[in-house]
């Protein structure tokens, strides 16, 4: 690690300290899902991973990856989603205890998510000013260690290991195609992908109601989203310096889809491969229904399959409309 | 074989018949999801079989088992359900043709899946009688062997093949639970259990609403269903003389469940395994969910994953109401 930037050879070390303790997930296809998305499609099943979601591998690698000395007083993050919960889960399992920050009006199931893996959730105001005071005064009374969900060389080694992974399991592809939001799983992926997969073009894929990623990417200056409208709610982080500067030296391309596109995608990887995904992990999909790498051998990594159920009616009753 | 009741060396036969067209499909578990059912429960995930169902074992057994000079000239069924595509996609496989009798009124996605694995829609009166005067016509008229969906010792046999393999991967369960329609998966599967896993209680699960083999299970008298009334399409059929038989002998019980068990249970099994199941898999986790099998070790087939997605937002709209 150089700079604070990861390489490959963290990849490594962070599928050794994380093993045993992930799925190796299955990699999957169909023939018809393929022929409607007019590419050969294999699918690196991270929505069948621990907690739902490869977030598991970087929680588990940061976690792990530090010393007694200091993994003793807990680890802290402030975030809603799958890596709040994959971080209580690495926490409960190396036997310290970790605080989530999240907002007064996040969804039940999602505190419920963070308390069932033995976390501990610490309310604020809904607002980021908030949530970042909240989280400074936690690590100030408690002494954890702040593990951000994507900017962090430990956490983007982890979720490299997803990619490590598949590379054992299926032949290279063409294209490999991963969601961005703040860029830790693309970022990994590319470390990943560049050393086991040279050749294959490793490509970002994003919501247009939130561009931020390929704005930097096409700008060359970091863009930074301004409140980004997506059903993809995996996917509103914006880049760091760090993530960004790996996606430049890394990454192929970065492109976007349409919101009607996503959802149409994650009913067809319901329907014909017959997993359960999340919006978020439909974006690349959605990029092959909108004709990306037509003919092309493809690889995906479906992200994550957390889904609210009660919001899923609305959902699809706005699809159908 | 004796009086066409298979027994445990034809579910051999079947899997030696089968194998390479067949996936050795997944056994699945959640932690969240044993918590939630009471019971440690594993799931061999036939929903991600060929044709989304374990109906792809039967039919391609029955297929297979025909002679060179029987076979060519096909094989017919009437059935709508996955049998229908199942039975399409043996007879593609082996070369020959298939012809489904099925209902005028059958959604156009069950058509499309019997045409894309190559079958022959012949439309009829929505009635039974037309649908059986229909498929006595085309047996009349082109010499094919008619596939019955249950009432056939190689599908049942095939059928079986779903446990035996299932008993390679996974330690043995107190409780093996199945749905019950016409009873070829659970004839099948008694079959393969007996001698695989003595000691494991076998247990058919079936809607309240078409509670024809509990029925007739408890009277010893095979009863007739009368208008079956539930969510659960694949088990709206009704037990024949010869799976009743092999119910009878090799089966230890058979239990029913409520309509809003089996959409409870549907959604579990999306939220916290990630699989998409269909109302007729949902079936023996409702029975959990009711507190049977409570703190057992619990195995369920989940036995198909095609769901109608253009009813899908009614479905969960019913049951959020």
Not at 59 to 70: E, P
Not at 140 to 167: F, K, N
Not at 193 to 206: K, L
Request: glycine residues 10%; contains cysteine; aromatic residues 4%.
């Amino acid at each position: 690690m150089k700079e604070g930037l990861p390489d490959y050879d963290d990849v490594l070390e962070a599928a050794a300290r994380i093993q045993g303790h992930v799925h190796r997930t299955a990699v999957m296809q169909s023939t018809e899902l393929s022929r409607r998305l007019g590419a050969d499609v294999h699918f690196k099943c991270e929505n069948l991973q621990k907690v739902g979601a490869f977030k598991a591998r970087g929680a588990l690698n940061a976690v792990y990856a530090l010393d007694d000395a200091h993994v003793r007083a807990g680890v802290a993050t402030h975030s809603s989603g799958n890596h709040a919960a994959a971080l209580a889960r690495a926490a409960s399992l190396r036997g310290v205890p970790a605080y989530i920050v999240m907002p007064s009006n996040a969804p039940a199931v999602k505190k419920e998510a963070v308390i069932g893996y033995g976390g501990q959730v610490i309310e604020c105001e809904p607002t980021l000013a908030a949530r970042e005071a909240a989280a400074a005064a936690l690590v100030e009374r408690t002494g954890a260690s702040l593990v951000h969900p994507y900017d962090d060389p430990w956490v983007i080694a982890g979720q490299g290991t997803a990619t490590l992974e598949y590379s054992e399991q299926a032949s290279r592809p063409d294209v490999l195609l991963v969601p961005v939001g703040g860029g830790g799983l693309l970022s990994g992926t590319a470390l990943a992908a560049r050393a086991r997969w040279p050749g294959t073009r490793v490509v970002g894929v994003e919501p247009l109601g939130a561009d931020d990623a390929a704005r930097s990417f096409r700008s060359g200056l970091l863009q930074t989203g301004d409140a980004p409208a997506t059903i993809a709610d995996g996917l509103r982080g914006a880049l760091s310096q760090r993530t960004f500067a790996l996606i430049r030296a890394h990454v192929d391309d970065i492109v976007t889809v349409r919101e009607d596109s996503i959802m149409a995608a994650m009913l067809l990887v319901w329907r014909f491969l017959k997993v359960v995904i999340e919006p978020s992990a439909a974006v690349p999909v959605a990029a092959l229904l909108e004709g990306y790498a037509a003919s092309a051998s493809v690889g995906v990594v479906l992200s994550g399959g957390n889904i609210d159920f009660t919001v899923l009616p609305a959902l699809l009753a706005g699809r159908q409309g």
